[in-house]
């Protein structure tokens, strides 16, 4: 519950203060770029602090630096919030090739936080290669993909319709829908596990299937 409030003051709370009181001073385009600081900031505490070095580590840092370098490069405003867009799309794309290439990024992610629990990765690989747990991790990093691009055709409309003069509903909207869709998915992680993962490991226990 911690991590909740702190999450919603660095990503939602602190950015609208600076937009908010920093942009008669510092104008649309210097308050638009400061009130992503805070996240940034916030994202490389939490990443260096829990040293996720692995590929989920590679992954989140990914997401926190590339963005904020197309920020600096970007030279108005309204570039600053259709960067977003891109970064999303290009986040999709992604993730439906690590589908094509047979390495679905949600498989990796969880390889990631089964080592965590002690589980060894070699193991965590094998079973979640198996026909009947591989399956469901198409499904999840699908459905992770296709949370990004319509995540970006929600940025596209905001942006349309409110423009700079909204970037305080803007940002509202486009936190709290995250929010929202961060919970469907992990909530389908956690029953597809729950369901399926965790009876399979069992089942597959029991025929000695890791030791072979």
């Known amino acids: 519950m911690k991590r909740v409030f702190l999450e919603a003051a660095f990503f939602l709370a602190l950015p609208l203060l600076v937009w908010s009181y920093g942009r008669p001073v510092l ?6 770029l400061l009130s992503g600081l805070p996240g940034f900031c916030y994202g490389l505490y939490v990443l260096l602090k829990d040293r996720r070095f692995t590929f989920t580590g590679v992954f989140l840092l990914a997401t926190l630096l590339i963005p904020r370098f197309l920020d600096l490069l970007s030279d108005s405003p309204e570039w600053l919030l259709r960067n ?38 070699q193991s965590s690989l094998r079973l979640f290669r ?34 700079i003069e909204g970037y305080g509903v803007y940002l ?15 909530a389908a992680y956690g029953y597809i596990f729950r369901k399926h993962i965790y009876p399979l490991a069992e089942r597959l226990e029991k025929e000695d299937y890791f030791s072979r």
Do not use: C, Q
């Open 130 to 163: 198996h026909p009947e747990a591989y399956r469901w991790f198409l499904l999840l990093t699908f459905l992770t993909g296709l949370r990004a691009f319509v995540k970006a055709g929600i940025r596209a409309l905001l942006i349309s319709r409110f423009g």
């Open 84 to 121: 977003n867009i891109y970064t999303d799309a290009a986040l999709g794309l992604f993730f439906f090739l690590s589908i094509a290439v047979k390495r679905p990024a949600a498989m990796l992610f969880s390889v990631d936080v089964a080592a965590t629990m002690g589980y060894p990765v």
């Open 27 to 32: 104008g649309d385009y210097s308050a638009i």
């Open 172 to 186: 509202s909207a486009l936190s709290l829908g995250s929010w929202l869709s961060y919970g469907i998915i992990l």
